[in-house]
């Protein structure tokens, strides 16, 4: 089955402790990325990578990092995590980014940090 | 990416009630998508248009991309409880705010 997986699917982390959310695809897409969802604002681009080993930053990056070594897997990190990025997290995939660009979205990960 | 600018934020409607949602740009789209996410659910793609006054139909809802390129609306004809969710607009990986359906059977 054609799916974007994550994980954990739910976190509560204290401020400053390292966490890594896990992102897979299995479409062998090219175009990965990550988007925070919080209420009133919509989803917002956080990093993406257009192939492996490229990677940018989107429109909230501040205070996140990601790598693309593999195809197929896309983590986001979070060095050292703060309340205000508390939100429910999505990691999506397409096949590119430009062209027809149907996103595939993964669960969420909701995310509390203390 | 150019920033979508979505109407109303939140429609709350009766059951067998039209539904409309818009989005804007104050520059001209090379395409645009459309999401529906069910409430506790993640986005799915509903569709894509890409010519200018493009219009497509999926069942009740009904899709249309304006003759500039700068807006696109999508219409639900009488709305059923299973339409219940927001529903969003994306331009260049970039998403509208949403607008947040509920139905009142």
């Known amino acids: 089955e054609a799916q974007v997986t994550q994980n954990p699917r739910y976190l509560i982390t204290v401020t400053g402790k390292k966490l890594t959310v896990t992102c897979s695809q299995n479409?062998?897409?090219?175009?990965m990325s990550w988007y925070r969802q919080d209420p009133g604002l919509g989803l917002r681009q956080i990093y993406y990578?257009?192939?492996?080993?490229?990677?940018d930053k989107g429109d909230v990056p501040e205070g996140y990092k990601v790598s693309r070594k593999e195809k197929r897997n896309f983590p986001l990190i979070l060095e050292s995590p703060s309340p205000n990025q508390t939100s429910l997290y999505f990691c999506?995939?397409?096949?590119?980014?430009?062209?027809?660009?149907?996103?595939?979205f993964g669960p969420g990960t909701r995310l509390t940090v203390l | 990416g150019q920033q979508v600018m979505q109407i109303p934020q939140y429609q709350h409607v009766q059951e067998g009630e039209d539904f409309t949602t818009y989005c804007n740009s104050s520059?001209?789209?090379?395409?645009i998508q459309w999401y529906k996410q069910r409430p506790g659910g993640h986005p799915v793609f509903l569709i894509q248009?890409?010519?200018?006054?493009e219009v497509k139909k999926q069942k009740r809802l009904t899709f249309q991309f304006g003759e500039a390129k700068k807006n696109s609306s999508l219409h639900i004809t009488a709305t059923q409880t299973t339409d219940v969710g927001t529903y969003f607009c994306?331009?260049?990986?970039?998403f509208g705010a949403g607008t947040r359906l509920t139905v009142k059977p």
């Open positions: 999506a995939s397409s096949l590119q980014r430009f062209s027809y660009n149907e996103q595939f």
């Open positions: 479409m062998n897409h090219e175009y």
């Open positions: 990578s257009m192939n492996v080993e490229v990677t």
């Open positions: 520059t001209t789209l090379s395409n």
């Open positions: 248009l890409v010519k200018s006054g």
């Open positions: 994306q331009n260049d990986m970039r």
